[in-house]
Every structure is written in C-alpha cells, then in structure tokens.
C-alpha cells in the first residue's frame, strides 16, 4: 500500500480485499477481477478496464466518490496491481479537486507509487471530467438563484 497524501492510498487487490484497520473506505477501480466488499464504512466500484481507455463518466464517479469520503475516511484505491487504475483515479481525482495540472499529479503519484503507470488518453479525460464537473456546478448555481428569486 501507498500513501498518496492525507488519508489517500493506492493500494493492490489484496490490500483491497483485506485493508488495515485504519482503511474506512475502498474504492475499487477495476471490472475485473472482482472483489467481495471488505469490512469497511464506504465501499464503491467503478468499472474500469486495465490498459484501456476510461469513460469519462467512470473517472468522474470515482472523484465525486472520493471528494465526498475523503473529508471524513481513510481511502484505499485499488486494483489488480494498484498501478494503474487506482492510480489514474487518483490522479484525475488530485486535477479535479485539487487543481493539480496533469503532469504535476502524474510526478506526485509515481514519487509515491513507483510503477504508476495513467490508463491511455487519461489527460483527455481528465479534460471532460473537468467540463462535466464545471457544467454542473453552473446548473446547481442556476438552480439555486432560480430558487431565490
């Protein structure tokens, strides 16, 4: 297991299936292989394929998973080998919340998992998971003065 930053940690299958006591939550970043849910507060999958490009949606519902958990958990990213998911949720997750550039979270991660290596296309996607989060956030603040008025 690697920690990222704070409460962050990118973490393998077997980290995943059986995390430390202070691991409150798992988000498990793979289709396959599958895990059964360990005994942590939070759990969630996103159905990402290794070595293959991500859908935007996935990447965004793992970093509106981990911005709404973090405050409060110790999370655990995992997959197969904890390199290459897990890491490129936790990279979109330090661009989109965190307002790294691309290439600096990409240096943050490997520094601290040797071996990461971001799925293909994940800067492109990490660009539409930023458009989608922005699309939004201006609907909810539309909605809100609609509210007001």
Not at 76 to 101: D, F, N, T
Request: charged share 20%; glycine share 6%.
């Amino acid at each position: 297991m690697h920690v990222i930053c704070e409460s962050l940690m990118i973490g393998n299958q077997y980290e995943a299936q059986a995390p430390p006591p202070f691991i409150s939550g798992v988000l498990w970043a793979a289709l396959a292989p599958t895990i059964v849910p360990p005994p942590v507060d939070v759990f969630a999958r996103i159905p990402l394929r290794e070595f293959t490009e991500p859908d935007p949606q996935d990447i965004h519902a793992g970093v509106a998973w981990l911005e709404r958990h973090l405050p409060t958990h110790h999370i655990l990213v995992g997959c197969r080998e904890g390199k290459g998911r897990s890491a490129s949720v936790v990279i979109a997750y330090l661009c989109c919340v965190r307002h790294m550039s691309y290439e600096d979270a990409v240096r943050f991660v490997q520094h601290r998992r040797p071996g990461a290596t971001p799925l293909p296309c994940l800067k492109s996607c990490i660009d539409t998971v930023k458009r989608l989060r922005q699309n939004r956030a201006s609907l909810a603040t539309g909605l809100s003065r609609d509210r007001t008025d």
